[in-house]
C-alpha cells in the first residue's frame, strides 16, 4: 500500500492570502502612522492657524492657503499623538506575523509523508517501520482530521502528526485506514471522544 501526502494546495492558498493580508494591512498601518497621520496632524495646526487669524473667512482663506500647499481643501481631521502611535503599534503586531506566516509558508513548500509496505517516511528523513509504531491516537480524528502515530525507535519516542488539512485529505485518511487497520498486530488504537 503505497500512499504520499504532500501540503494540500488549500492550505497553501490559506496561508498565502493570510500571510499577505497581515503583511499589506500592516504596511498600510505603518505608512498611516509615519507619513499620513503626521500629515494630517500638521494640515490640522495650519488649520487652527488660519481659523484663529481669520474669524470671519476662515475657511475662504483655508482654501487658498491649502490650495497653495496642494493640500486637500476639505477641513483636516484632528490625530492625536495617541492615534499616530496606535498606527504604529497595529504596524508593530501585523507585519510580524504577515512575515512569519508567509516564512512557514516557504518552510512547508516540499513537506511530505509516505507510507509504503514497511512503514512511514516524511521529507525530514524519518523512517519508522510499522513495527515500531506503539500507538496510533484517533482522540481529535473525527473532529479535526489529526491523528498522531507514536513510535519508538532507537531507544526514542517519537511521533508522526497525520493531518488531514494540511496534508492530502485523501492520502491522509487511507494512511489512517491502513494503520487501523493494523491494530490486531503491535499497533493500538485509540477512538476516545
Known sequence: MNQRATIARHYQVRLLIIG????LGGLYFLYDGM?????EQAMYLEYQKVKEANPEDYNQRWIEFARERGWSQEVPEYKSDMDILTQKIIAGILIPIGVLILLRLLLNRGRWIAMDEQ???DHAGRSVAFDAITHLDETRWQRKGIAVVHYKADGQDGRFVLDDWKFDRAAVSAMVKHLRALKGQETQVSQEA
Not at 35 to 39: A, D, E, K, N
Open 20 to 23: 499577505l493580508l497581515a503583511l
Open 35 to 39: 507619513v499620513g497621520y503626521p500629515h
Open 119 to 121: 512503514g512511514l517516511t
